[in-house]
């Protein structure tokens, strides 16, 4: 099969061997995927990764030990936890301290025709789900944790920092939950798309002249966090939600002289994203700038890496 590799922060296409499912796996043909902020964090030697690159997918089950998955569509959560641990015992196999992360730590992606899951990470996507809004499940769910993270007043003023990818899906879920929803990012074509929903925007984080109960940091930058609590109002929440290769400087003492909750923020329930995209009028399909077949994945990267792209998708 064709698979998209990460070899000492190169991108290589290569020829390589079906993986074979393992008891309780299954085998998935991908039939979409997409490239993140991670994916290009991972170029620049974020989490030391070599191998098959992307989390973000659809594909139908080919082959499995239980034949009822055997043809379905699916999605599937990124965390692979062992199972065994205190932690995953105590419901939290995302944190399992020995897990594997698809695409990410020490589990091939889906940027490739084939991939291997375990059956107790599969989701199988809704008949009214298109493939394209499955891609979008991954990031989606992790724009939903922040309900499950902190309380959110409908009367509590939001600022989300960022208008990428996974910015863009936070303020469409806020939007949904509170009218008092305020967008800073860079690019005007981007914020055009949150502005035509009824979210205000601006480019520059220092036109605001005022403060925010809860600000949500998915800049995917180092800067990001200062300008996090540049803006929240004492007593106030950050929800962290970037990850990158280097490292932040945080004005520890604002955060404790103002007593402001610091929290981070990573994956979500895909179940509670896939209700969401059922239910709620979310569109992503929009977000979409281009897509490119595996043996074009060179190209691919190079457009995602582009700041005026939102998503680019990937296919076999």
């Not at 191998?51 to 055997?70: A, N, Q």
């Not at 329930?269 to 209700?275: D, G, M, N, P, T």
Request: hydrophobic share 40%.
């Amino acid at each position: 099969m064709k698979a998209v590799i990460l070899k000492n922060g190169k991108i290589c296409v290569e020829e390589i061997p079906v993986p074979v499912p393992g008891e309780k796996e299954a085998l998935i043909r991908i039939v979409k995927a997409g490239i993140c902020n991670t994916d290009l964090e991972l170029l620049e030697g974020y989490m030391d990764f070599h191998g098959i690159l992307g989390h973000e997918f659809v594909g139908h089950v080919v082959e499995s030990s239980d034949k009822e998955w055997v043809g379905k569509r699916v999605v599937g959560e990124i965390n692979l936890s062992c199972g065994q641990c205190t932690t995953c015992l105590e419901g939290d196999p995302k944190h399992c301290p020995s897990r594997e992360v698809l695409g990410i730590h020490r589990k091939n992606g889906v940027f490739a025709e084939y991939v291997t899951l375990p059956l107790e990470n599969l989701h199988p996507l809704p008949s009214t789900v298109s493939d394209i809004e499955g891609v979008f499940v991954e990031p989606l769910a992790a724009a939903l944790a922040v309900f499950d993270q902190i309380p959110i007043d409908p009367e509590d003023d939001v600022l989300i920092l960022g208008d990428g990818k996974l910015g863009l899906l936070v303020s469409q879920v806020m939007r949904l939950h509170s009218p008092n929803i305020f967008c800073v990012g860079r690019h005007p074509r981007k914020l055009a798309l949150l502005q035509m929903k009824g979210i205000q925007t601006a480019q520059n984080i220092h036109s605001l002249s005022r403060k925010f109960d809860v600000v949500i940091e998915a800049t995917g930058v180092p800067d990001g966090i200062e300008d996090a609590l540049s803006r929240v109002k004492p007593t106030g929440a950050i929800v962290a939600k970037s990850t990158f290769h280097d490292l932040a400087k945080v004005d520890y003492s604002s955060l404790v002289v103002n007593e402001i909750r610091l929290i981070g923020s990573r994956c979500g329930s895909f179940a509670k994203a896939l209700e969401f995209l059922e239910k709620e009028p979310i569109r992503v399909e929009e977000m979409v700038d281009a897509e490119f077949s595996l043996k074009d994945a060179r190209r691919a990267f190079d457009r995602a890496k582009d700041p005026e792209t939102i998503k680019v998708l990937l296919f076999p």
